[in-house]
């Protein structure tokens, strides 16, 4: 899965080099960090009139599949409902849902920020060259008690289920010029893992393996036999065993 929903801005029509012809949006920047998160729409049947009918600065809300490019590094959107004029200007949705496996897992650096990579399968998309053989990679990032959560519950390979918010971040480069990069954050508490916890259970192997286990040995003591002779002379005495635990004070010898 990897679905978006949201209020975005339209800037225009947008050509490429290869001659497509794409709508340029963005979706809104709503926290004290980051950028407003430019989009690249695919037109289709889904997504209803578009090009004629909305002008640049009309407030829509868009419904799609993403798809983030790694040779333009652009992320693009293809509609899955119909496009949507939003005259409500505090209306702000921003949602993404991604399901499919972990990734890549790189090294923490703080206590209360986890980042993970998920790869994920979405359909065909022949204007984007894009097949169903190819994997589509999302940036996550946690934060506090999230990130402390997921760091134990997930390893590479475990399958996961998020809903978070699509950001973007830009920086300067060593050349000058401006780079960016998405990041999908993910809402508290809202993801969830299945399969087997590969840490949880290495950690209890390795439990068990040093730990030693106590086994309580019963010991008996040993019966003592006693030989017994007849009272009666001149009768032979028959010999036989008893237990040591017969009194034999009264036995004259």
């Not at 997921?150 to 399958?159: A, E, P, S, W």
């Not at 998405?182 to 893992?193: D, K, P, S």
Request: charged fraction near 20%; proline fraction near 5%; glycine fraction near 8%.
């Amino acid at each position: 899965m990897n679905t978006f929903l949201g209020t975005v801005i339209y800037k225009g029509e947008r050509f490429m080099d290869n001659g497509l012809r794409f709508m340029e949006m963005v979706v809104p920047n709503t926290g004290s960090s980051g950028s407003d998160v430019p989009l690249l729409v695919v037109p289709n049947r889904a997504a209803g009139e578009n090009f004629d009918v909305f002008q640049p600065g009309a407030r829509i809300l868009l419904g799609g599949r993403l798809y983030p490019n790694k040779q333009d590094y652009k992320m693009y959107v293809i509609p899955n409902q119909q496009f949507m004029l939003v005259n409500d200007k505090n209306l702000s949705i921003n949602k993404v849902n991604i399901s499919g496996s972990v990734g890549y897992i790189p090294d923490q650096t703080k206590d209360d920020l986890f980042t993970f990579t998920v790869m994920c399968s979405a359909p065909a998309q022949v204007v984007l060259d894009h097949n169903w053989d190819d994997s589509l990679s999302f940036r996550m990032e946690s934060w506090g008690e999230d990130a402390r959560r997921l760091d134990k519950m997930l390893h590479v390979g475990r399958q996961v289920s998020v809903e978070g918010i699509l950001r973007y971040n830009t920086w300067k480069a060593q050349d000058g010029n401006m780079r960016g990069s998405y990041q999908v954050r993910v809402r508290a508490g809202l993801y969830a893992a299945f399969g087997k916890n590969k840490k949880l259970v290495n950690q209890q192997e390795n439990s068990s393996e040093t730990s030693v286990k106590k086994v309580e040995v019963e010991v008996l003591a040993p019966v003592v036999t006693l030989p017994v002779v007849s009272v009666n002379p001149g009768v032979s005495a028959n010999v036989e065993t008893c237990p040591s635990s017969v009194n034999l004070d009264n036995i004259p010898f």
